[in-house]
């Protein structure tokens, strides 16, 4: 899905999902904020602690209730994670 046009000069994803693909909804803003969230998530897991809230509510408070919205923010998330291990 993401190809070298989509990286800047030094590797990092530039892209950012401005909408749902499938119903159209503005979910950039959504996004940004499920990404901040969702490493203070990832954090307390890897420390042991219990995260603060898990990324269902993440997405609940950001007003992302439908299932398409949803997968399409978790799943860049999850691309971005795995496009860049050494950040
Ligand atoms: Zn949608």
Do not use: Q, W
């Amino acid at each position: 899905m993401l190809e070298e046009k989509d990286k800047n000069h030094i590797g990092d994803i530039v892209i950012i999902p401005v909408r749902c693909f499938t119903c159209g909804k503005v979910i950039g803003d959504a996004y940004e904020e499920y990404k901040k969230r969702y490493e203070l998530y990832k954090e307390s897991i890897d420390s042991g602690k219990k995260p603060k809230e898990t990324p269902k509510e993440i997405l609940d408070d950001l007003g992302v209730d439908r299932y398409c919205c949803r997968r399409m923010i978790i799943t860049h998330v999850d691309l971005v994670g795995e496009a860049a291990p050494y950040e």
